[in-house]
């Protein structure tokens, strides 16, 4: 059985921290590239950042040089370190397993029930 189990949200102030983590497992975890979205009330889906087979990360605008994203192979884990929060970073967080590296939705064939990250100001 498939699995992808975020942790690690909660709420901030406005330029706290947070580490998102993702366990995943039901899958072979080193055949899929792994991703980080995001969903805001009211706003559609959008890709925050990907990481490819060697490790390389694509990033959407919004979060580079803010954002981290990393993963443990050993541990089928992915994570995402989140610094400077912004209120606009309030969000359902998803992790998501694809075929595909990019920040798309199309393309990831597994997702995680989502984990709450809220930035006040």
């Known amino acids: 059985q498939v699995q992808l189990v975020e942790s690690g949200g909660g709420s901030v102030q406005s330029g706290g921290s947070l580490r998102l983590s993702c366990a995943a497992s039901?899958?072979?975890?080193?055949?899929?590239?792994m991703a980080w979205f995001r969903q805001a009330p009211g706003k559609q889906r959008e890709g925050v950042a990907v990481?490819?087979?060697?490790?390389?990360?694509t990033y959407a605008d919004s979060v580079r040089g803010r954002f981290t994203i990393s993963q443990d192979n050993a541990k089928n884990t992915l994570y995402l370190y989140m610094n400077n929060l912004k209120p606009d970073d309030t969000a359902i967080y998803y992790c998501?397993?694809?075929?595909?590296?990019?920040?798309?939705?199309?393309?990831?064939?597994?997702w995680g029930q989502g984990t709450q990250v809220t930035v006040s100001s």
């Open positions: 998501a397993a694809g075929r595909v590296a990019w920040l798309q939705l199309v393309g990831y064939k597994y």
């Open positions: 039901g899958f072979t975890y080193s055949s899929y590239y």
């Open positions: 990481i490819d087979r060697d490790g390389i990360p």
